[in-house]
């Protein structure tokens, strides 16, 4: 019964993420998010973007004057020029009128500057960003996914509108723009890209989340867990259930550009196991053949909850 279950377990995994890549119109371009947490988020921080194009400044009375509009849980809305400084704040209206262009989190990364770089990726289209921050009311620093939206204000000022929530779960289109991005900047820079994938401070590690990079025998350019600075093999890892993942992914990416495979491991505190989804990528650097890949939790089904 135990293994019936388990392959049970598989199955559903197998056919969820089989529609990670969608072949047809997507209804709504929420559509590619599994948790509606994300979706609030993004049509708070769009519904405020709208307002802001519409109404400039006007627009941050609404915010202070309808809170229960413009927030719900730890999310509230905030507004930077293009200068950095910061010209409204839902959480902490104390930083507006400063500038935070320079200012790093605790792994070293420039937030505000990521969220400016991030907006204007198409490729990127809720223009997410991933960092520590401090909620209102918390000494502590939290991981926060935030979205945001480049407009332009009325008086001809653009301006970057945000919100975040903090611990939002990891959604696969994150892994998927995170392994997309870290491919494409291998193919423009080559394996001097590598410093960058592997540093605390880029976009490419969050939420637990590291992009790794490895060679067609399994040796890590990029670890998916450690800061090392060597290299190791990891083709025949094997998860809990003795499944060898990467060697899976590798086959994948022969016949496909991209793919999904699951991994399972023990969840110490329940009687299920844990299911993780790995995206990865094959691309080709200065001649050498690379994968790429990220790591995601994956939704439960509901008859597990």
């Known amino acids: 019964m135990p293994m019936l279950r388990l392959l049970g377990i598989l199955s559903f995994f197998v056919v969820f993420l089989s529609g990670c890549e969608k072949s047809g119109p997507a209804t709504s371009d929420l559509d590619c998010y599994d948790y509606r947490d994300t979706q609030r988020l993004v049509r708070l ?14 627009a941050f009375e609404v915010f202070r004057q309808h809170p229960e509009d413009w927030t719900y849980k730890d999310a509230y809305i905030y507004v930077y020029d293009g200068s950095g400084k910061c010209i409204f704040h839902g959480g902490t209206p104390e930083l507006e009128g400063r500038t935070l262009w320079h200012v ?10 990521l969220a400016f770089k991030m907006a204007r990726n198409p490729a990127n289209p809720h223009g997410w960003v991933h960092y520590a921050w401090n909620s209102p009311n918390r000494l502590n620093p939290q991981e926060k996914s935030s979205c945001h939206f480049l407009v332009t204000m009325p008086s001809g000022e653009e301006v970057l509108v945000g919100g975040g929530l903090p611990n939002l779960p990891v959604e696969r289109s994150f892994v998927r723009f995170a392994v997309d991005e870290a491919v494409s900047l291998l193919e423009r820079r080559g394996l001097a890209a590598l410093d960058t994938i592997r540093s605390p401070a880029s976009e490419f590690r969050f939420l637990g989340t590291s992009v790794f990079v490895f060679t067609t025998d399994g040796t890590t350019l990029v670890d998916p867990a450690l ?5 190791r093999n990891i083709l025949n890892y094997e998860d809990d259930t003795g499944h060898r993942p990467i060697r899976r992914l590798i086959e994948q990416l022969q016949k496909e550009p991209s793919a999904w495979v699951v991994l399972a491991s023990r969840n110490p505190r329940s009687i299920n196991m844990m299911k993780k989804g790995m995206f990865g990528r094959k691309c080709t650097v200065d001649g050498r053949v690379l994968y790429v890949a990220g790591i995601s939790d994956l939704p439960k089904p509901a008859w597990m909850n």
């Open 227 to 231: 800061y090392l600075p060597y290299n």
């Open 104 to 113: 790093q989190d605790i792994s070293g990364k420039y937030s505000l500057q």
């Open 45 to 58: 921080v769009r519904s405020a973007a709208d307002q802001v194009a519409h109404h400039g400044t006007a």
